[in-house]
Every structure is written in C-alpha cells, then in structure tokens.
C-alpha cells in the first residue's frame, strides 16, 4: 500500500478535515442565509409526483456512551420521547400542508441517537403520520440505526411490520477491554441475536458500524473483532475513524488520550481491517465503506451513481432530503436548511406552527460546481473532466485550474491529465485532503477530525 514517508511528508499524519457529507460543510451555514420561510418555499417548489428522501433524527439514548460525538441525550423514562414524537408528527403535517401532490419516499432513515428505544406504539404512530405524508415508492428503502443494547421483539415487530427493510447495527468493537475504555459493553452474543432477528423479519440488507483508531486497539485486536463481525456475514460495513474530540463531546473526557493510537498506526489499523474484509470478498465503497458485491451500494458504485450525504454513502438520486426532528439537515436544490439543534428550540417552533429551521446554505456562484467535484472525490476517487465540463459549462483549461492547487500541494501523488484528476489507489488516505483543497470556504478547525 501506500509509502507511509511519502504520506507523512504530504502532511496526513498531522491534518484534520473535514469529512465532506455536505458541501458547505454544517459549520459554514448561516443563521441569516436560512429560516422557516425558505424551508416552506423550497418544499413547496419540489416537482409534484417526484420521490425525495426522508431522515428523522431521535435523539435519544438510554445508556450513554463515553465514545459516541452524536448530539443525543440520555433518558430512563419513556416520556421524553413519547412527547418527542408527538412533536415529529407535528412537524409532518407541517411537511404534509406544504409539499405538492403525488411525493413518494424514495429513502426513509431513522437516526440518532437510538431510534430503537421508541415503543411500539411510538413506532406505530410515527411511521402511520409519516405515510400518510408521503408512501413508500416501490423500490424505496426503508433503514433505522438499530442499537443491539436497546431492542425487543416487540420493537422489531413493530419496525418489520411498518416496513422497515434495511438496518444498521452499532458494534465500534467487540474486544472486551476496548469496550470498557470507551463506555460501552455489548457482548458478540447481543449483537448477533440482533443480527438474526433482524434478518428472520426479512431485512435484505444489514449494515455494522466499526470503529478504528480506538484506545487500546491493536491490529492483533482489530483482527479478532473483524473475524467475530465476518461469522455474522453483513451485507455492509462502516469502518470509520474514531474521532476523540473531547472539546466538544464532553463524554470523551473519560477516555485516556494515553491509551489512543498514534496516527500512524491508526493508518495500520485501518489498512489491516480493510485487508481483511476485501479479502473476505467485501468490495471498498468511497473512504470508509465496503459492501458485498450484490449489494445496491456496490451495485452504484460500479455504474457511477454513488452518492454522498449526511448519513454518508448512498445510492439515492433524489435531489431532496428532507430531515426531520431536532438539529436535522434537509438538502434542496437550492441549498441546505439545518433545524434547531436543541431540542426544547425545535419543539418550542414545531409547536408554534412553523418549521424549526435556524440556518442554512444558499447555494450561489461556485457552490454547486464545487460540491460534485468534492463528492466525486469522496466517491469515486476521481473528478471526471468530460462530465463535469458538460454539466457546468467549463472548458478544459478553466477546469485545470480548479486542479492546480492539487498539482502544487501533492504533486505526482494525484494523477492530472485530460481525462481529469485521479487519486490513486496508494494515495487514497488523502483523498479528504484533495477534497478540501475545493472547498472555497475557510472551515473552523474544531469541527475537524484526523485524515485519516
Ligand atoms: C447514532 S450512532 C449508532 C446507533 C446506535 N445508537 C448504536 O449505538 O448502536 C451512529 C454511529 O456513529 C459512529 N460514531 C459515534 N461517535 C463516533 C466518534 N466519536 N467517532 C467516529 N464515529 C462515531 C458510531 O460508529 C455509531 O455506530
Ligand atoms: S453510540 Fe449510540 S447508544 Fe451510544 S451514545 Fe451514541 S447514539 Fe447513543
């Protein structure tokens, strides 16, 4: 793989960037740019009959764990979150008045936080306000974070029976020490007993969230929990970086920055478990991702519709998103409408009768053009010229110098010629830092995480 001095001289070892989900990235939007009435107005100028997608944020969990930087909050009672959902469906016949005739759901995801510690009823409640929104397209998918912790068979039953076919598991690691370190126990047996009851309520596609970069995580240890999570055959798998930034999720303070790999070896740990799961025959998706090959995200990536938003890979071509719940984020053709993160905010404005939105993005000049080819990057490894020429009006020369910051900083590292610019299979730890070299906007350096 790659020559880890080259890498080191390149600078990856020492860069934080960000991990370009949106472009803009979150901390760019403005609380002026974005409110209620462009988020009304963009709804209402989607296309009748289209299919756009759908994310709902729960942000709630019942145990807290110390590694986790998701903005959720902790709850013994199940008040808090009957009385959230009675806000949601609130905030869906706000969606309901406003969008146009005949929208279907090409995606639906729950997220958190941990969507599964909704009851059944809850379940019930909100996926019945949600259809009556908008249904399912035929070939819609829809997927909720699942913590194998927090689940029951009456959940599941609840999430099959409203038609929930895709799921995500949380498993960071399964060595034991690890996961005292990091605050959260969660023994092989508990997951796999979610792994099967959710494939014997005909989920076709299962996906495990991994961690590298973790305390104490050896590559001897990345091995074993890579063999344990292997045994239960997912159809996809996400091996992110664990990003330790205490400053702004407070819970990481008890994790000893001792016990955390250098990053060069975190460099190690990756490379060893994408090893082992290319091996296994898992095909790699983008940066951080890898799926078997029958499955829909290896099937876009082959055929070049891969795509990238906030809740990472995607095969979904909707132009919309529309994000639902507190601090949620919803993708417009014009722009980007983010809600208000707190939650006593967003209930507060969805009980007054208006959306929540507090800031966002309107896309102008260079945003759109720079957006694909920071997307194309984190997707494909490659900007392509023809295609970007022809969607944005721009002749060669002009494109070239869009690449020549790239030439200057990486030289022979990224390949540049007439077809466009490649990053390179022995480069690609890189990729987040070509990417950030189009992004036009300055990004503060906390929201950053490591390179790699
Ligand atoms: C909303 S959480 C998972 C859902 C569910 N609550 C659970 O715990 O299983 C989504 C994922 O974010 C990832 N994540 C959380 N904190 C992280 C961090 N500090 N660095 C990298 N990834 C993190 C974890 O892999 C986690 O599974
Ligand atoms: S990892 Fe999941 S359960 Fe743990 S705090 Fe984060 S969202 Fe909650």
Known sequence: MADESQLARAGLFEARVPRYTSYPTAPQFSPTAVGAAEMRGWLSEIAPGSQISLYIHVPFCRRLCWFCACRTQGTTSDDPVVAYVDTLTAELALLRATLPEGVTLSRLHWGGGTPTLLPPASIARLTRAIFDVAPMAATGEFSVEIDPNEIDDARLD??????????????????????????????????????????????????????????????????????????LNPDRIALYGYAHVPWMARRQVMIPSDALPRPEERLELFETARDLLVWDGYEDIGIDHFARP????????????????????TDDIAPVLVGLGASSISRF??????????????????????????????????????????????????????????????????????????????????????????????????????????DAYTVAAGSHSHAV
């Open 158 to 231: 609840a999430l099959a029976g409203a038609g929930m076919n895709r799921a995500s598991i949380g498993v960071q690691d399964f060595d034991p020490l690890i996961q005292k370190t990091i605050g959260r126990d969660q023994s092989f047996e508990i997951t796999e007993s979610a792994a099967n009851k959710l494939r014997a309520r005909g989920i076709r596609s299962l996906n495990a969230d991994i961690l590298f970069g973790l305390p104490h995580q050896t590559d001897a240890r990345i091995s074993a929990s890579i063999q344990q999570l292997l045994s």
């Open 333 to 438: 053709p014009q722009g980007y409408a983010q809600n208000a993160p707190g939650t006593s905010q967003y209930v507060k404005a969805v009980r007054g009768g208006n959306f929540a939105t507090v800031r966002g993005h309107v896309f102008t000049g260079e945003d759109r053009l720079r957006a694909r080819m920071i997307e194309a990057l984190m997707c494909d490894f490659r900007i392509d010229a023809d295609e970007i020429c022809h969607s944005f009006g721009l002749t060669r020369a002009q494109l070239k110098e869009y690449f020549a910051p790239v030439s200057k900083e990486f030289g022979d590292m990224v390949r540049i010629d007439d077809s466009g610019l490649e990053i390179p299979v022995e480069s690609r730890p890189l990729t987040r830092m070509v990417a950030c070299l189009f």
């Open 294 to 313: 029958e499955d829909r995200l290896a099937v876009a990536q082959k055929a070049g519709l891969l795509r990238r938003n906030f809740q990472g890979y």
